[in-house]
C-alpha cells in the first residue's frame, strides 16, 4: 500500500468534519476510547499555529511535549 504523498488531515479541518467518526461510531454503537485525547492533541496543535500540517504536526507537537525540541 502506497500512502506516499498522501495528505489524511489538516489540523484546522473544521470541528464538524473531525467530528464524523465520532458522531459515525456513536450512531452505531462503537467505542473510540482515545478519540477525545486525538481531539485534545488536534486541539493543541492548532493552538501552537501548526494546523496546516497533516499527521505530522501530531508527531511534532509530541516532540515538544516530550521536551525533545520547542
Same mark, same amino acid.
Given at each position: 500500500?502506497?500512502?506516499?504523498?498522501?495528505?489524511?488531515? !489538516?489540523?484546522?479541518?473544521?470541528? @464538524? &468534519?473531525?467530528?464524523?467518526?465520532? /458522531?459515525?461510531?456513536?450512531?452505531?454503537?462503537? +467505542?473510540?476510547?482515545?478519540?477525545?485525547?486525538?481531539?485534545?492533541?488536534? !486541539?493543541?496543535?492548532?493552538?501552537? @499555529? &501548526?494546523?496546516?500540517?497533516?499527521? /505530522?504536526?501530531?508527531?511534532?507537537?509530541?516532540? +515538544?511535549?516530550?521536551?525533545?525540541?520547542?
Amino acid at each position: 500500500m502506497r500512502l506516499v504523498g498522501l495528505n489524511f488531515f !489538516a489540523g484546522n479541518m473544521p470541528e @464538524g &468534519d473531525r467530528g464524523i467518526v465520532t /458522531s459515525a461510531a456513536r450512531d452505531v454503537g462503537v +467505542v473510540i476510547p482515545l478519540g477525545g485525547a486525538v481531539a485534545q492533541l488536534i !486541539a493543541a496543535l492548532v493552538a501552537r @499555529g &501548526d494546523g496546516d500540517l497533516d499527521h /505530522s504536526g501530531l508527531f511534532k507537537l509530541v516532540e +515538544v511535549l516530550s521536551g525533545r525540541t520547542e
